[in-house]
């Protein structure tokens, strides 16, 4: 028989019992309309942790001062003023797996306009570099601060949501002064919305400015967000020494508070708190940790046998747990539904099996006219082949249709995977072919004089 004839005799034995046809694919068509909606859920899930992991920056190097000792009693980590701007500047030159980097000096304190305040989870100080780390380069209003507000030190911000709905309630900030610790700044811009990090903090709740300005006008000293233990050592002052106590009269009047933060002296070493950096690559993350390393102990004149006086940190791990996480749960989900995949593949068994019995005495009559046991091998097998890429192609509906209801209604992320609906098509034919095959071989061992006296 040819193979259109094969197909043709096949269909017609298949329209002689549409409702049993139809209930026996029903379970390829749960089977594959599981594994096209889960994979599409775990993909969209997926793509919302990495987009999580990317707001944060997947390829962020932290780089901080090491920790500080006196006595055995440790100050904690950021004690030591051991980073500068000039490490920032050296890493961007002399580390080639590293494609930016920028200078932090974090504060923390209360932001004033008019008769409202908001104290900001997180107040820096740094370079337009920072925004380009963070994923953050478009602004929902007005302009990042250049490289002149920088080296000058001016009094310009840029405000996140939270702060801006919090001072503004709603209205422009642009071009508003704010107070920070008694400084006026100007808002140049507002950040886009960024929502909470994986951690559930808020990253809106920003302010940023020229790293000069919060050094020099704002904070003055880094040991401001340091442990407090260092801060009490360091503040103290040894009675012993103090050797001509009382008020020394003065040859020239001392500066204001406002003198001095309208004019700042800029000292002869400038400490920063941090050095935010970005791989060029995950995979260049592990290089790029390695250079920096070699490249700040030969500035800070470390020895061999010295300990680095700062630390490294990077997001690997966190990346390596929620990717294993993910793909746990997916191959989770697609285990369960390969399980509705083999159940329905059994019944299309079942169901064969019962065609063969229900027609032995027409296979008898075929193979008496002249049909050899391959020409009956090949309608059964193409009957299964059938029902199962019949049941797949209304899974697909029913998968794709499933995963649209989750997005629309439970607003869970799901992306489209032409990779599942792609392997729904193919499991279906192996699962027609795997599960068909018994019955039509079994249709075609059937002995032709046996056959035709069945009752």
């Known amino acids: 028989m040819k193979a259109h004839r094969t197909i043709r005799t096949a269909l017609r034995a298949l329209r002689r019992n549409p409702m049993r046809a139809f209930l026996t694919t029903l379970g390829i068509v749960i089977g594959v309309g599981a594994v096209i909606a889960m994979m599409e859920i775990g993909a969209g ?55 930016n980097a920028a200078p932090v000096v974090r504060a923390r304190t209360q932001v004033v306009y008019g008769n409202r305040n908001w104290v900001p989870n997180s107040m820096s100080g740094t370079t337009r570099e920072f925004l380009e780390i963070r994923q953050w380069t478009r602004l929902a209003e007005g302009h990042v601060f250049t490289e002149r507000d920088i080296l000058n030190a001016n009094r310009v911000c840029l405000l996140g949501q939270t702060v801006a709905r919090e001072l ?14 008694n400084v006026t700044f100007r808002v140049v811009g507002v950040l886009s919305s960024k929502g909470a990090n994986m951690v559930g903090m808020d990253q809106d709740d920003i302010l940023l400015a020229p790293w000069t300005t919060i050094k020099y006008r704002v904070t003055g000293s880094t040991l401001e967000t340091s442990n407090q233990s260092a801060i009490s050592s360091a503040s103290s002052v040894n009675t012993l020494s103090n050797l001509y106590p009382g008020d020394q009269p003065s040859l020239y009047p001392e500066r204001s508070e406002v003198q001095a933060a309208n004019n700042p002296m800029p000292v002869r070493f400038t400490n920063i708190d941090q050095i935010l950096a970005t791989a060029k ?33 990077d997001m690997t791990e966190m ?25 329905g593949g059994v019944g299309i068994m079942n169901i064969m099996l019962v065609s063969v019995t229900e027609r032995t005495r027409e296979i008898g009559l075929r193979m008496a006219v002249g049909a050899r046991p391959q020409d009956i091998l090949r309608q059964f097998l193409v009957e299964a082949v059938v029902l199962c890429l019949l049941g797949g192609a209304i899974g697909i509906l029913v998968g794709r249709g499933s995963s649209t209801l989750v997005r629309l209604l439970l607003r869970w992320p799901t992306e489209l995977s032409i990779g599942a609906i792609t392997a729904a098509v193919v499991v279906s034919a192996g699962v027609g072919i795997i599960f068909g095959y018994y019955p039509a071989w079994k249709a075609s061992r059937l002995d032709p004089i046996d056959a035709l006296r069945y009752e």
Do not use: W
């Open 45 to 99: 899930s997926s793509q919302a942790i990495q987009k999580g992991i990317s707001s944060m920056g997947a390829n962020v190097l932290l780089i901080v001062p090491g920790t500080a000792s006196t006595g055995g009693v440790s100050y904690g980590t950021g004690s030591v003023t051991t980073l500068t701007p000039q490490d920032c500047e050296a890493i961007l030159k002399y580390c080639p797996a590293v494609r």
């Open 281 to 313: 690559s995950s995979e260049a993350i592990p290089t790029a940790i390695q250079q920096i390393t070699e490249l700040l102990r030969r500035r800070h004149h470390l020895r061999p046998d010295e300990d680095n006086d700062f630390d490294v940190r």
């Open 319 to 343: 990346t390596k747990t929620l990717s294993a996480t993910t793909t746990l749960m997916t191959n989770l989900l697609l285990a369960v539904a390969t399980i509705s995949l083999i159940v």
């Open 168 to 181: 503004f309630q709603g209205r422009s900030a642009i071009g508003k002064e704010i107070r920070v610790k």
